[in-house]
């Protein structure tokens, strides 16, 4: 069965990566420039019970005060550099990378929401590539 | 139908093993587990390159989630996404092979005709000087002054369109020009014009080698499969061949199955100058360090960029600083340490076929990669960099070993005839042989190594 994320996942994905991408200066906030209709095809390929654990995360997500993904957020962060080998900083490190993954492969890519008007991270930036294919 | 040959993933190994075996005339069939794309098809964006060409649909974790590793599922295999940087081993590399494995034929000498036939079938450039961009300046410039060694790149590459204003980093997504010497492009396509057979979105669980014939059995698009070969010879990569002799049950009858992983761990770091380096622009990769004072510390430094989801990957910041430093993209100069790690690492493969990978460093890899670290600092501080990246992400694109080579069945998987120990019918050819890390880039080497088995089956 295809990946597909829940309405609660997408809503806590969306507080996540406002976190990880807030409105600042020229920086639009993810959730105003996400184009979270491609969200489905950018997992097709993840294993389906990594997939469904990232899609469960992200709908606990939906229902938390944002304070508390925050506290979480930082402790992604923190595992990183945490030479432990146990379950949990090890969990924690994939779920940053995850999170992180799916956060920056929306924001700073060409699927944008359509309704979105403002300079694009990718614009922000300042990141242009040339493809001459003749 | 009973084929002469049937080789099993289609990458670098596979691409040209099955280029040499068509060639003879003899029916042979290239099985991928992976979907076609060709030049007009590969994804055009950085997001659906990593969703859709890579296993796991991006990168794959070892069991501490430390590092990240990168192979990719489609015709061309990791070759598609390669840099193509195409070098020969040196001595020490094959003299550290000799001692670990015990074969004998690993040395220049022996591999000279099958690197020169390789090389003929491929378009090789080296690159010049007028070909650097912003970022293969700041290197050249900072390795000078720091009495550092460093060499012109040699890459497979026919006609990037450079002159044009093409830049190259798009082609790590699949080159759209077909200048890029993939397997696909320098293998694949000309045998498939000889009527080499290609089976896709075929992925194989089961091999069993009888005397006479292999059997294969997979599922396509959730069909069961099955074929039959005269010989079958395994390609799909340290992770993948792993994975199918595991699932074979092999396991019990060689200990060194899924051993002996090594992956070349590359630690990038970035420098902030104050003018735009542009270092994604144009050739992307020119130039590296070629210093024996860093090989002899089992380290070399490539000079390397990534499109912006990767870059941002490297940070662990979030929020405005994030921001800051994502802001500076087009000012990032930028350096990777690539280390000649141990091969303590192991492909762990459960009865449903999910891998689990232990890749610790050891304490000599962090000495490698600290010291590598260090030069990488003096050359971003040389080049007046205003404040350096240090990201402590680490990834692996070179995967090796987990079916190695040897002489002994009890330290090895497959002979020196690339024979697994025992079994008539059954070869491995691809990186999963690697007996230890070479400290170079691997795909000429294992393109080179299918030529001589194909010689040698073909005799
Ligand atoms: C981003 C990147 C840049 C790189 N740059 C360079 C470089 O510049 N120079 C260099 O020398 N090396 C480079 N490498 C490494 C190089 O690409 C690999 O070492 C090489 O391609 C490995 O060859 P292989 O044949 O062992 O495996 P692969 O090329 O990975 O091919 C294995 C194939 O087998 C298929 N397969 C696996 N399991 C099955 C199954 N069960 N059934 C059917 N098919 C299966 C896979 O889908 C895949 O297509 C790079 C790698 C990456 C990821």
Redo the contacts with the bound molecule.
């Keep these: 069965m295809a990946n597909t994320f829940s309405n609660f996942a997408i809503k806590g994905l969306t507080k996540v990566g406002n976190i990880y991408c807030p409105k600042n200066d020229e920086f639009p906030a993810f959730s105003d420039v996400a184009g979270t209709y491609k969200l489905n095809d950018l997992v097709r390929n993840v294993p389906s019970d990594d997939f469904s654990s990232l899609n469960l995360v992200l709908a606990i997500f939906a229902f938390l005060p944002n304070f508390i993904i925050n506290w979480i957020i930082s402790k992604c962060q923190q595992s990183q550099a945490n030479p432990s080998d146990g379950i949990i900083p090890s969990t924690l490190r994939q779920l940053n990378i995850g999170l992180r993954g799916l956060c920056y492969s929306i924001y700073y890519s060409e699927f944008n929401n359509p309704d979105f008007k403002g300079k694009t991270p990718l614009q922000v930036i300042d990141y242009s590539l040339n493809r001459i294919t003749d | 139908m009973i084929y002469d040959f049937i080789v ?7 691409g040209a093993l099955s280029y040499y075996l068509n060639k003879s005339g003899a029916k042979v069939l290239l ?4 979907h076609f794309y060709r030049k007009d098809t590969f994804p055009k964006t950085e997001a659906e390159t990593s969703a859709h060409l890579y ?1 796991g649909g991006g990168i794959e974790f070892g069991k501490d989630g430390k590092m990240g590793f ?10 598609i ?7 020969r081993f040196d001595d020490i590399a094959f003299n550290d092979w000799k001692s670990e494995s015990g074969v004998e034929w690993f040395n220049n000498a022996e591999m000279d005709k099958h690197y020169n036939q390789v090389e003929s079938d491929m378009v090789l450039h080296t690159f010049v000087p007028e070909e650097r961009n912003g970022n293969a300046k700041l290197f050249v410039e900072a390795c000078d002054k720091l009495g550092y060694k460093w060499g012109n790149l040699r890459r497979g590459q026919s006609n990037c369109g450079a002159e044009k204003g093409n830049d190259c980093i798009g082609c ?1 997504g699949g080159c759209f020009r077909d200048s890029k010497q993939s ?1 696909l492009v320098a293998f694949i396509q000309k045998a498939e014009k000889e009527g080499l057979e290609i089976i896709t979105e ?4 089961k091999v069993e080698p009888g005397n006479d014939t292999c059997k294969i059995h ?1 599922l396509q698009n959730g069909n069961k499969v099955s074929f039959e070969g005269k010989k079958v010879i395994l ?7 792993t ?2 002799m595991t699932l074979s049950g092999f396991k019990s009858k060689f200990p060194a199955l899924g051993k002996k992983f090594a992956s070349h761990p590359q630690f990038m770091w970035l420098g902030f100058q104050n003018e735009p380096v542009d270092a994604h622009k144009k050739m992307f990769q020119a130039v590296a360090s070629k210093d024996d004072s860093f090989r002899a510390q089992g380290f070399k430094l490539e000079n390397v960029f990534a499109s912006p989801i990767s870059i941002g990957m490297l940070m662990n910041e979030t929020g405005a600083e994030h921001q800051r430093l994502m802001k500076q993209y087009r000012y990032m100069q930028c350096i990777e340490v690539a280390v000649r790690d141990e091969n303590v690492g192991e492909i762990m493969c459960d009865n449903k076929g999910k891998l689990t990978i232990v890749k610790p460093l050891t304490d000599q890899d962090k000495t490698r990669r600290n010291k590598g670290l260090q030069a990488i600092e003096n050359i971003l501080t040389t080049a007046g960099a205003k404040e350096i990246y240090k990201s402590n992400f680490y990834f692996g ?4 070993g987990g079916c190695v080579m040897g002489t002994d069945a009890s330290k090895s998987v497959v002979n020196p005839d690339f024979q697994v120990h025992g079994e008539k019918t059954l070869y491995i050819a ?3 042989i690697y007996p230890n890390a070479p400290g170079i ?4 080497t ?1 393109k080179s190594l299918g030529h001589r088995l194909a010689m040698q089956l073909l005799k």
């Design positions: 099993v993933g289609s990458g670098s190994g596979g099985i991928e587990a992976g296993w990168l192979r990719t599922k489609m015709v061309g295999g990791s070759s996404v390669y840099q193509c940087l195409m070098d790590l397997s075929t992925e194989i669980n997979g390609s799909g990569g340290a992770f993948g061949t994975r199918m694109l070179h995967l090796m691809d990186s999963s880039n691997p795909g000429l294992i």
